[in-house]
């Protein structure tokens, strides 16, 4: 199994709490969704995970594809902004992640949404998520494992932004017989 290079210095680190966001629409979704969870937290890419339920999500961006499994993972984690970015890439191409176009259908899509109170504004990096908050299918199960979480550039809680979200695209719960 893969396994992020995590030298013994990085277990000093600051504990910042992540807020992840995971979706698939190809294959198994339930069994990817899992596995890549179990991995992150094998790997210790996170610790002292959360996990929300799973909820079926229509496709945002461009409709012609299958519906979205997603859910949000809540963990602690010792990793640079960089670091976590390059890992979670790992997990999704050990799941099979191939290059497509932005909005497409996918194997394993896995967002940072938050990293404590890190703000970062890279080109290939952003932290909060930038569009997180008009995202009803981040923002519920976000809501369920991080309701009182709070936006460090908005101020607001995640319950107060799926409030407000205007976002009208399907979220409903999923069970493993839907």
């Known amino acids: ?13 600051q504990v910042a709490e992540a807020v992840l966001s995971l979706g698939a629409n190809l ?3 339930a069994a990817t969704l899992h596995a890549a ?18 909820y079926e999500t229509e496709p945002v961006g461009y409709s012609k594809q299958p519906p979205f499994l ?3 993972v809540r963990g602690d984690c010792v990793l640079s902004p960089d670091d976590l970015a390059h890992a979670l890439r790992n997990v ?12 497409h259908e996918r194997e394993l899509d896995i967002d940072i949404i ?3 109170n890190t703000i970062v504004a890279f080109e290939h990096l952003y932290i909060p998520h930038p569009r997180m908050n008009q995202r009803r299918f981040v923002l519920q199960p976000v809501t369920d494992i991080a ?6 550039i908005l101020g607001k809680t995640m319950e107060q932004l799926l409030e407000e979200c205007t976002d009208t695209h399907a979220v409903k719960l999923y069970t493993e017989q839907s």
């Open 1 to 13: 199994m893969w396994k992020p290079n995590i030298p013994s210095h990085e277990k000093d680190k």
């Open 70 to 72: 997603n859910c949000a």
């Open 92 to 103: 999704e191409q050990y799941y099979g992640r191939q290059l497509r176009p932005r909005w």
């Open 27 to 29: 294959g198994n979704r």
């Open 114 to 116: 938050l990293l404590g």
């Open 147 to 152: 309701a009182s979480m709070r936006h460090p």
């Open 37 to 54: 969870i179990a991995m992150m937290q094998e790997t210790m890419i996170v610790t002292n995970v959360v996990v929300s339920p799973l």
